[in-house]
């Protein structure tokens, strides 16, 4: 059965810090891997998706980047992060056409 | 514009009783997914169903019904003999282009004993 891993589960950080969240599936092959934000309260937003290693799109002009290095890897980073990139941050792996299914979240906290 | 409402924001109900929880959607695809997901207070979303834009058929999963109607645009989500743990946030979704996914703003839903 298919797994997804996210790290950290929740992360402190500094205005003006790096950032960089993991995301690994298992027991899959080419998923489409999604990052998705949500703000307190509020709905999912999505910030990135990949259809393949190296390809990536964004839906939200921001300081955040992500990549896949790897097949089942999906890492989001920033080189400054911002008190507004305070959120919880899902990912989730999916196929054509199909339902997505989402990580445990990591809880980021930006002071 | 691809789009997903749920206008009910929070929704209270005392345990047993029927609840439904409202979905409209738009888009222009003539081909389209939708979803429901229940976000528990861990965080994780939950997929509990889908339905393409070609089955009209209502769906129950024991408690659980849904009634898709594409003639208003809708994709209901009714939750019979309500338990406390029901007590989540739920979200509509709506898949189009086949990638893209658009999620509604979600309603919060307590059950109280």
């Known amino acids: 059965s298919q797994t997804i891993h996210q790290w950290p589960a929740t992360l402190v950080q500094p205005v003006g810090s790096p950032l960089s969240l993991e995301c690994t599936v298992e027991g899959t092959s080419n998923p489409n891997l999604y990052w998705y934000r949500q703000a307190a309260g509020r709905g999912l937003q999505l910030l990135f998706y990949?259809?393949?290693?190296?390809?990536i799109s964004s839906e939200v002009p921001q300081n955040l980047s992500a990549s896949r290095p790897q097949d089942r890897q999906f890492i989001l980073s920033s080189k400054k992060l911002l008190l507004s990139d305070s959120g919880f941050y899902l990912c989730?792996?999916?196929?054509?056409?199909?339902?997505?299914?989402f990580g445990p979240g990591t809880r980021l906290t930006v002071l | 514009a691809q789009k997903v409402t749920q206008a009910q924001t929070e929704i209270s109900v005392v345990e047993k009783e029927d609840v439904t929880l409202d979905c409209v959607y738009e888009?222009?695809?003539?081909?389209?997914?939708l979803f429901w997901y229940k976000q528990p207070p861990s965080g994780e979303l939950v997929f509990l169903i889908r339905?393409?834009?070609?089955?009209?058929q209502n769906e129950i999963s024991g408690r659980y019904s849904w009634n898709f109607q594409k003639s208003t645009s809708s994709f209901n989500f009714t939750i019979t003999a309500s338990q406390v743990v029901d007590s989540a946030v739920y979200f509509c979704a709506l898949l189009y282009n086949n990638n893209d996914m658009r999620f509604g703003a979600g309603t919060r839903l307590t059950v109280k004993p």
């Open positions: 339905r393409n834009s070609f089955d009209e």
């Open positions: 989730a792996w999916g196929v054509f056409r199909n339902e997505q299914f």
């Open positions: 888009t222009r695809d003539t081909t389209y997914y």
């Open positions: 990949s259809v393949g290693i190296g390809q």
